[in-house]
């Protein structure tokens, strides 16, 4: 937390005390994102055994809700898969902030009625998540046939107010990334045209005796 607010008091000042007009407001959008994860952090997390794939066929009806035609989900779920100690809603807004970017990126496949959703759960064994090791951990890749993560913002889709879309505020990917991070564990992406795979590692048991060093 103390770190966050120094990032936005600086900012606060770097747009204030220096009295030039276009930096004098901090962005509307990233001020938000600042101040709910601060607030995240200072109540703490809702900790209880969470089965992942109602958390996946939670966030599956929502997405349908909002794009009943032309859309279809494929689940390609592991039933081995064990409970996954965690914070329910923090899970829940990871795969609807990724879920939702995918269904909107495929508003012409929706139309053509060609669009297409993938939710993978796999337990993976011997994972490396930072500079740590896992026996086991959940593995869950969430692909569409869209058209693929802009080149040019590949490389910083997790970062604030980063989007691809006209009128995106660029903060669901960062705030995923956050919680996914909260977790132990991690988000990545691979995208080209025709298939983005987001990876989200979640580790299912403690982490192994000593740290990894970095290479």
Do not use: W
Request: with cysteine; net charge neutral.
């Amino acid at each position: 937390v103390d770190a966050l607010m120094l990032v936005v008091g600086g900012l606060v000042l770097h747009g204030i005390l220096l009295q030039k007009p276009e930096k004098r407001a901090l962005p509307h959008a990233f001020l938000s994102v600042c101040l709910f994860c601060a607030a995240d952090y200072r109540t703490g997390r809702s900790l209880s055994d969470i089965n992942i794939h109602e958390v996946l066929e939670r966030v599956r009806q929502i997405i349908l809700a909002e794009f009943p035609k032309g859309l279809s989900f494929i689940r390609d779920y592991d039933v081995s898969v064990p409970t996954l100690r965690g914070d329910r809603e923090q899970l829940l807004q990871v795969f609807l902030n990724i879920e939702k970017n995918a269904a909107e990126a495929l508003d012409g496949k929706i139309a053509e009625g060609t669009a297409e959703i993938r939710v993978i759960t796999r337990v993976a064994q011997q994972v490396q998540i930072g500079l740590r090791r896992y026996r086991l951990a959940l593995s869950i890749h969430i692909q569409d046939n869209g058209p693929g993560v802009p080149p040019e913002i590949r490389d910083r889709i997790f970062y604030p107010l980063v989007t691809g879309k006209a009128n995106g505020s660029g903060l669901g990917l960062s705030l995923a990334q956050n919680f996914i991070r909260q977790h132990d564990g991690s988000i990545d992406v691979e995208s080209e045209p025709g298939k983005t795979d987001f990876r989200i590692l979640l580790p299912l048991s403690p982490p192994e005796t000593g740290d990894i060093s970095p290479a």
